[in-house]
């Protein structure tokens, strides 16, 4: 005789009455499997409570973490590509990239912003993935630009964080001019001995990798990011050869010396802080405030 026996057959629950578990309430570690619910997943900045396995974000969630109260001034936030090459593969790419902008709420694959992270002012420019693979084309490239060059003119510091498949077909040759023109506008920012820290996340690949995001004074990386040029598969077949465990990880790359360090998304904000303090005292933070008073007045 089992225990449970049911008295009336035939229940039918009504569609209307039916209870749902609404989409979104849970997040499963891709790593360990864990379940959690979203609310305890983003309280940990969208890290597994478990293995503290570091989901992607974008630009909004690094600007929340970084930017004291969650304040800064977004700079070029209307700027969006053309089309130079009539560019066509399963759709144009004008209407690839309104159908992009309405899904993801950007203008572009990187938003640029100021204001102050512990009390310093800087500068960040962050790459979202979602907007086209983190595809660097044109624009990306002249954001970069201008950020740098407003770090130049306000003596701050400028931090780049990198999530990218690469250069943007769509774009060709604009987009692999965006390498060089970065390039030289970080050597400009060296000249003036101000720092540059570039954050690799996961993934940062292609002519991303190849350019701007191995060029900073600091090269950081949070844990398990995948960091590389070409992809595991396309070097496997180049060189013949298999390929080491955990090969393009960012432990990989730094235990190879490619990076300075690694570090967890929780402690980002004090670690840049601890950072700043040492590179930029604050007699010489004073003195390039001064300065820039100076340059505005006389403006």
């Given at each position: 005789m089992p225990w449970f026996k049911r008295v009336e057959k035939g229940i039918i629950t009504p569609t209307e009455e039916k209870k749902e578990t609404p989409d979104g309430l849970w997040f499963k570690c891709p790593d360990c499997k864990t379940v959690t619910s979203m609310t305890e997943h983003r309280k940990n900045?969208?890290?597994?409570?478990?293995?503290?396995?570091h989901d992607r974000v974008?630009?909004?969630?690094?600007?929340?973490?970084?930017?004291?109260d969650n304040k800064f001034t977004e700079m070029d936030e209307d700027m969006t590509s053309g089309d130079p090459l009539n560019f066509v593969d399963s759709k144009p790419y004008p209407q690839r990239t309104a159908e992009t902008q309405r899904k993801t709420g950007l203008k572009d694959a990187v938003r640029t912003a100021y204001g102050k992270s512990g009390g310093r002012d800087i500068t960040i420019a962050c790459m979202d993935f979602a907007y086209i693979g983190g595809s660097m084309g044109s624009v990306v490239g002249e954001k970069i630009a201008r950020a740098i060059d407003h770090a130049r003119k306000t003596r701050t510091p400028f931090m780049m964080i990198s999530k990218s498949g690469g250069a943007r077909m769509m774009e060709a040759g604009f987009s692999l001019?965006?390498?060089?023109?970065?390039?030289?506008?970080?050597?400009?920012?060296?000249?003036?001995?101000?720092p540059y820290i570039s954050m690799l996340t996961d993934p940062t690949t292609g002519g991303v990798t190849a350019s701007y995001a191995m060029l900073g004074d600091f090269n950081?990386?949070?844990?398990?990011?995948?960091?590389?040029?070409?992809?595991?598969r396309v070097i496997k077949e180049t060189i013949g050869k298999d390929l080491p465990k955990g090969f393009q990880s960012a432990e990989f790359v730094l235990e190879h010396g490619f990076l300075d360090f690694i570090v967890d998304r929780k402690e980002l904000k004090q670690r840049l802080v601890d950072l700043l303090g040492m590179i930029m005292p604050a007699t010489e933070e004073k003195n390039g405030t001064a300065k820039t008073q100076k340059a505005a007045k006389s403006a």
């Amino acid at each position: 005789m089992p225990w449970f026996k049911r008295v009336e057959k035939g229940i039918i629950t009504p569609t209307e009455e039916k209870k749902e578990t609404p989409d979104g309430l849970w997040f499963k570690c891709p790593d360990c499997k864990t379940v959690t619910s979203m609310t305890e997943h983003r309280k940990n900045l969208k890290t597994c409570v478990k293995c503290n396995y570091h989901d992607r974000v974008g630009s909004k969630e690094y600007f929340a973490i970084l930017f004291d109260d969650n304040k800064f001034t977004e700079m070029d936030e209307d700027m969006t590509s053309g089309d130079p090459l009539n560019f066509v593969d399963s759709k144009p790419y004008p209407q690839r990239t309104a159908e992009t902008q309405r899904k993801t709420g950007l203008k572009d694959a990187v938003r640029t912003a100021y204001g102050k992270s512990g009390g310093r002012d800087i500068t960040i420019a962050c790459m979202d993935f979602a907007y086209i693979g983190g595809s660097m084309g044109s624009v990306v490239g002249e954001k970069i630009a201008r950020a740098i060059d407003h770090a130049r003119k306000t003596r701050t510091p400028f931090m780049m964080i990198s999530k990218s498949g690469g250069a943007r077909m769509m774009e060709a040759g604009f987009s692999l001019m965006q390498m060089a023109k970065t390039s030289a506008k970080l050597a400009l920012l060296s000249e003036e001995k101000l720092p540059y820290i570039s954050m690799l996340t996961d993934p940062t690949t292609g002519g991303v990798t190849a350019s701007y995001a191995m060029l900073g004074d600091f090269n950081i990386a949070e844990p398990g990011a995948l960091i590389g040029f070409a992809g595991p598969r396309v070097i496997k077949e180049t060189i013949g050869k298999d390929l080491p465990k955990g090969f393009q990880s960012a432990e990989f790359v730094l235990e190879h010396g490619f990076l300075d360090f690694i570090v967890d998304r929780k402690e980002l904000k004090q670690r840049l802080v601890d950072l700043l303090g040492m590179i930029m005292p604050a007699t010489e933070e004073k003195n390039g405030t001064a300065k820039t008073q100076k340059a505005a007045k006389s403006a």
